[in-house]
């Protein structure tokens, strides 16, 4: 008789847009993927039993990976909204977010989202950022492929202003040492990220809710949230 093969660990393949630092990034040294959708989403693995495994995909081709089952999973900072509940189930809320608006440090005339009217907008594409940027009066917005081409552009003097994420254009301040760019102005609004599942795999679903839920009570997403958030 052959000798009894070892268990294998059951993977849960995970899609992120890994430019979008803190949530997921490329750790410049050790080329890993990490950030705090990273480490939570491993944290949720781990209490379920199963290894995680990151796939870097394009933001707007995250949710086609899952519809197509190339993927299980998807965390990336993506916002619930009703028009994606339609295609996907999404996990309770996990982090609270909104959209800002950034501008070259010396721009004095462009001061609250009032002032983009008419304005060059960098966004990423398939975003709530691009969603709500075309929503503005006159505004030419165009469209890049993840937040650092944006900012890029906006640093080149290409735009006016980049309207993103919140917590991504507080880091990315904070890595420039804030010498290129500025947050103008209050957050445009409220959002939450959520999990995303295939909307045929409840299972699933039902299981990454229970995991997150467990974290929540044992610290364990405290610990994740101060390592990433904690000032
Ligand atoms: N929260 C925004 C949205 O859902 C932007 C998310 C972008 N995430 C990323 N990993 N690039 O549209």
């Known amino acids: 008789a052959k000798p009894a093969e070892p268990a294998k660990a059951k993977v849960l393949k995970a899609g992120a847009d890994a430019a979008?630092?803190?949530?997921?990034?490329?750790?410049?040294?050790?080329?890993?993927?990490?950030?705090?959708d990273i480490d939570l989403i491993k944290a949720i693995g781990k209490q379920m039993g199963v290894e995680v495994e990151v796939q870097n995909i394009n933001f707007d081709g995250l949710i086609p990976a899952l519809e197509a089952g190339n993927i299980d999973v998807l965390i990336s900072?993506?916002?619930?909204?009703?028009?994606?509940?339609?295609?996907?189930?999404f996990?309770?809320?996990?982090?609270?977010?909104?959209?800002?608006?950034?501008?070259?440090?010396?721009?004095?005339?462009?001061?609250?989202?009032?002032?983009?009217?008419?304005?060059?907008?960098?966004?990423?594409?398939?975003?709530?950022?691009?969603?709500?940027?075309?929503?503005?009066?006159?505004?030419?917005?165009?469209?890049?492929?993840?937040?650092?081409?944006?900012?890029m552009e906006l640093k080149a003097g290409g735009v006016d202003a980049v309207v993103n994420d919140l917590p991504v254009n507080e880091y990315y301040i904070a890595k420039t040492g804030s010498k290129d760019a500025k947050i103008v102005g209050e957050p445009l609004?409220?959002?939450?990220?959520?999990?995303?599942?295939?909307k045929k795999n409840t299972e699933l679903a039902e299981k990454i809710n229970k995991a997150l839920e467990e974290l929540k009570k044992n610290g364990e997403y405290e610990k994740i949230y101060m390592k990433w958030f904690g000032k």
């Open 189 to 198: 609004n409220a959002e939450e990220y959520g999990i995303a599942t295939a």
């Open 77 to 89: 900072g993506m916002t619930i909204t009703e028009e994606r509940t339609k295609k996907v189930n």
């Open 91 to 151: 996990s309770k809320p996990y982090y609270r977010s909104g959209l800002s608006m950034v501008v070259k440090s010396d721009n004095n005339t462009l001061k609250s989202f009032k002032d983009l009217e008419g304005k060059n907008i960098a966004v990423q594409i398939g975003t709530t950022g691009a969603n709500e940027a075309k929503k503005i009066k006159d505004a030419k917005v165009r469209e890049f492929n993840n937040a650092p081409e944006a900012f």
């Open 20 to 36: 979008f630092a803190p949530f997921e990034f490329q750790d410049e040294k050790t080329k890993e993927y990490t950030g705090f």
